[in-house]
């Protein structure tokens, strides 16, 4: 199995930036794609953005030139850099990872980490 630990939450202004970091541990060896999701109060939970093992990422449209995800596959652990933040952007942000092991798939998530943008 994997576990996924989140931090770099926090308050902001907007405007303002804030990076995420999900370190893995456990079954990391087998880790495909690694990705960043969020819920809003009352929504239902959103990608933001992927990255494949390969390095190619994938961002909902609302935060394109916006937030840059990243991994460092040495550390097994994936980023998120927000930039220009916007009051909407205010949700628990929650990381997940694939996993592909003995011909199965697997998928984790982290407890999630909240970000609050204050206008």
């Known amino acids: 199995q994997v576990q996924l630990v989140e931090s770099g939450g926090g308050v902001v202004q907007a405007g303002g930036s804030l990076r995420l970091s999900c370190a893995a541990s456990?079954?990391?060896?087998?880790?495909?794609?690694m990705g960043w999701h969020r819920q809003a109060p009352g929504k239902q939970r959103d990608l933001v953005a992927s990255?494949?093992?390969?390095?190619?990422?994938n961002y909902a449209d609302s935060v394109k030139g916006r937030f840059s995800i990243s991994r460092d596959n040495a550390k097994n652990t994936v980023y998120l850099q927000m930039n220009s933040l916007k009051s909407e952007d205010t949700a628990v942000y929650y990381c997940?990872?694939?996993?592909?092991?003995?011909?199965?798939?697997?998928?984790?998530w982290g407890q999630g980490t909240q970000v609050t943008v204050s206008s």
């Open positions: 456990g079954r990391t060896f087998s880790i495909n794609a």
């Open positions: 997940n990872v694939y996993e592909s092991f003995l011909g199965s798939r697997y998928e984790y």
């Open positions: 990255i494949s093992s390969g390095g190619t990422a």
